[in-house]
T-cell receptor, first 110, second 111 residues
Framework: KAGVTQTPRYLIKTRGQQVTLSCSPISGHRSVSWYQQTPGQGLQFLFEYFSETQRNKGNFPGRFSGRQFSNSRSEMNVSTLELGDSALYLC?????????FGPGTRLTVT | GEDVEQSLFLSVREGDSSVINCTYTDSSSTYLYWYKQEPGAGLQLLTYIFSNMDMKQDQRLTVLLNKKDKHLSLRIADTQTGDSAIYFCAERRDAGNMLTFGGGTRLMVKP
C-alpha cells in the first residue's frame, strides 16, 4: 500500500505571494491533517479534514486555509506569504488512531 | 509553555539501551505516540500506546506509561547508529483527531 505523498517537495516563494500544497493520503484513509514544523515553534497543528469537512483547526491566521476533495486528497493554501511562513509542512493520514505522515513540503519564503 | 515536554538531547554508545522520556499534562489523552524523524524526512510512526495500558513492547522498542505521573518513555534496546534521529512524543486528546507534540529529543549514537 502506498504511503502518504506530498507535492511539491520543495518550494521557494517571495513575500506576498500565495502557495498551494497537496497531500494524497493512504488509500482508504478519510482523515487528513496538516502540521507546520519550524525550528522555533516545533510541530504545530494547522487543521484536519474528514469527508471534505474541516473538523478541527489550530491557532493560525486566516491566511492559512485548506480543503479536501471527494477522493480524500487535500490541499492547503497560504496567502500573502510572510518570511515566518518558511517551514516544513507535513500532512498526516489516519483511519482510526494511527497517524501516518508524508515526507513534507519544504517552503522557503524570501 | 508546551503541554508535552521532552529533554533536548541524549547520547549513547552503540549496543547500549536508550531511554527517551516525555511528560504530558492533559489527563484526557487517549493515545500517546512516538515518532522518529531523520534529517530531511517526515515523521515515521514507531509505536503508540493506549492510555489504559502501562506497557507495550514491539521488537527493540518498549513503551512505558505512568498515567498517574503523566510520564511516557521509549526504550530502544541494542541501539544502533541508524537509530540516530530526533524522537518526538505526541498525545492525542479525547476531543479532536489531532496530535500535540513535544519539542523532540535528538538521539546521538556513538560507534
Amino acid at each position: 500500500k502506498a504511503g502518504v505523498t506530498q507535492t511539491p517537495r520543495y518550494l521557494i516563494k517571495t513575500r506576498g505571494q500565495q502557495v498551494t500544497l497537496s497531500c494524497s493520503p493512504i488509500s482508504g484513509h478519510r482523515s487528513v491533517s496538516w502540521y507546520q514544523q519550524t525550528p522555533g515553534q516545533g510541530l504545530q497543528f494547522l487543521f484536519e479534514y474528514f469527508s471534505e469537512t474541516q473538523r478541527n483547526k489550530g491557532n493560525f491566521p486566516g491566511r492559512f486555509s485548506g480543503r479536501q476533495f471527494s477522493n480524500s486528497r487535500s490541499e492547503m493554501n497560504v496567502s500573502t506569504l510572510e518570511l515566518g511562513d518558511s517551514a516544513l509542512y507535513l500532512c498526516a493520514s489516519s483511519l482510526g488512531h494511527d497517524f501516518y505522515f508524508g515526507p513534507g513540503t519544504r517552503l522557503t519564503v524570501t | 509553555g508546551e503541554d508535552v515536554e521532552q529533554s533536548l538531547f541524549l547520547s549513547v554508545r552503540e549496543g547500549d539501551s536508550s531511554v527517551i522520556n516525555c511528560t504530558y499534562t492533559d489527563s484526557s489523552s487517549t493515545y500517546l505516540y512516538w515518532y522518529k524523524q531523520e534529517p530531511g524526512a517526515g515523521l515515521q510512526l514507531l509505536t503508540y500506546i493506549f492510555s489504559n495500558m502501562d506497557m507495550k513492547q514491539d521488537q527493540r522498542l518498549t513503551v512505558l506509561l505512568n498515567k498517574k505521573d503523566k510520564h511516557l518513555s521509549l526504550r530502544i534496546a541494542d541501539t544502533q547508529t541508524g537509530d540516530s534521529a530526533i524522537y518526538f512524543c505526541a498525545e492525542r486528546r479525547d476531543a479532536g483527531n489531532m496530535l500535540t507534540f513535544g519539542g523532540g529529543t535528538r538521539l546521538m549514537v556513538k560507534p
